[in-house]
């Protein structure tokens, strides 16, 4: 049986529309979707990269009788939107002719609502959290390559680092304000200080992107901060 789930919360003053029915697609009005590809540990516990802020994309799907469960979450741990998607296994080789456990990957694609703050994953009773706003930023400069940074791209790249640090830890403490003012000054200025005009491809963002992105995530976190979260 297929059971609709609606979600009635949009971007832009445009009024929401059906999300996923599990087992379907669906669409609605949300600025952009939430992806990321994650791994799961020898402990059980999944941690993801390639995490990226999608614009262009309105469909995702949830499968109900798949094992890990991804919800994007509020300030107040409220469940904006949920699905449950599967772990596909990929094989894995070590050296010589020994073979290791397969790797399983888990990935989920969501509706990146405006208020939501944390991802929460849970798999065989494991419960793993990342924070969406800074990860969307922190793989978006992860993504550029060597040629797109003024210097040393390690210390480039740390420099972004430490300050996308620093918001995650103000999100963590509830200063959803104080994230914001760190987002637009401190992450902002190492961006535009280290990240210079390359040739992007597929995936990457120029700076300018960058920038934009920056400019989504000032703005949720504003908003999130303006409604007392």
Do not use: C, K
Not at 29 to 52: F, K, N, P, Q, W
Not at 156 to 176: F, H, I, K, P, S
Request: hydrophobic residues 35%; charged residues 25%.
């Amino acid at each position: 049986m297929v059971n609709q789930q609606l979600i009635d919360r949009g971007s832009g003053g445009s009024g929401g529309s059906g999300w996923s029915a599990n087992g379907a697609s669906g669409s609605g009005s949300a600025r952009y979707m939430l992806s990321a590809t994650g791994e799961v540990t020898d402990d059980g516990a999944i941690l993801y990269d390639e995490v990226r802020a999608l614009r262009g994309v309105d469909e995702y799907t949830d499968l109900e009788d798949e094992p890990v469960e991804v919800a994007l979450v509020g300030p107040g741990d409220e469940v904006l939107v949920r699905a449950r998607v599967p772990v596909v296994a990929r094989p894995s080789h070590g050296h010589g002719t020994q073979e290791t456990d397969p790797a399983e990957l888990p990935s989920f694609l969501l509706p990146f609502l405006e208020d939501g703050v944390r991802v929460r994953t849970t798999y065989e009773g494991r419960t793993a959290s990342m924070n969406p706003i800074e990860r969307s930023v922190r793989d978006a400069v992860g993504r550029v390559p060597g040629d797109g940074f003024r210097g040393d791209t390690e210390t480039a790249r740390e420099g972004v680092a430490e300050a996308l640090n620093v918001v995650a830890t103000l999100m963590t403490d509830g200063a959803y304000a104080e994230a914001a003012d760190a987002m637009d000054g401190r992450v902002r200025e190492r961006i535009r200080e280290n990240v210079v005009d390359y040739e992007s491809r597929l995936g990457q963002r120029t700076p300018e992107g960058l920038v934009s992105l920056v400019d989504e995530m000032v703005g949720r976190l504003q908003g999130v901060a303006g409604t007392g979260g």
